[in-house]
């Protein structure tokens, strides 16, 4: 199976990118837990096989190294674009150097993709939540 590195490393640069900006420097090494997001989660795993810490018994490439920085360097700053356009081609690089890396990644199911939430508020005390699953009390006039 060919694998199109370009476009594969453009469809999981997100999830990498947003796992990094969740747990920083410490994604590589961070344990996924059940209460993870989806998205995080699988942006671990990508992380994980791309830089080889799925098989601890093997020796890093200079691919897989070059892409550990890239992602240290992102942690450090998660805003920065250009540090995440490093990123995205140092995925390119790696899969296009491993197709055996691509091939299976591009197997993998993926989640919904990573977006961006943007909640407003207005007024005095207004609560800002995404989801609330219960009652909000602002205080004073509650009854």
Do not use: C, K
């Not at 999830?15 to 747990?23: E, F, L, P, R």
């Not at 837990?33 to 601890?56: C, E, H, K, N, Y």
């Not at 993709?113 to 939540?129: D, L, N, Q």
């Amino acid at each position: 199976m060919s694998v199109d590195a370009v476009q594969l490393a453009q469809d999981l640069t997100p999830y990498a990118t947003t796992a990094i900006t969740a747990y920083g420097a410490a994604v590589l090494a961070r344990v996924e837990s059940d209460a993870a997001d989806a998205t995080v989660s699988f942006g671990q795993r990508i992380l994980r096989r791309l830089t080889g810490r799925d098989t601890p018994d093997t020796e890093a490439t200079a691919e897989q190294e070059a892409l550990a920085n890239a992602v240290t360097e992102l942690a450090a700053t998660p805003d920065d674009a250009d540090l995440a356009a490093v990123l995205r081609v140092q995925i390119r690089r790696l899969l296009a150097a491993h197709p055996d890396i691509a091939a299976d990644i591009a197997g993998w199911t993926r989640p919904a993709a990573p977006t961006t939430v943007t909640i407003t508020t207005s007024g005095e005390r207004s609560p800002a939540v995404q989801t609330n699953y219960g009652t909000i009390h602002t205080g004073d006039s509650t009854p």
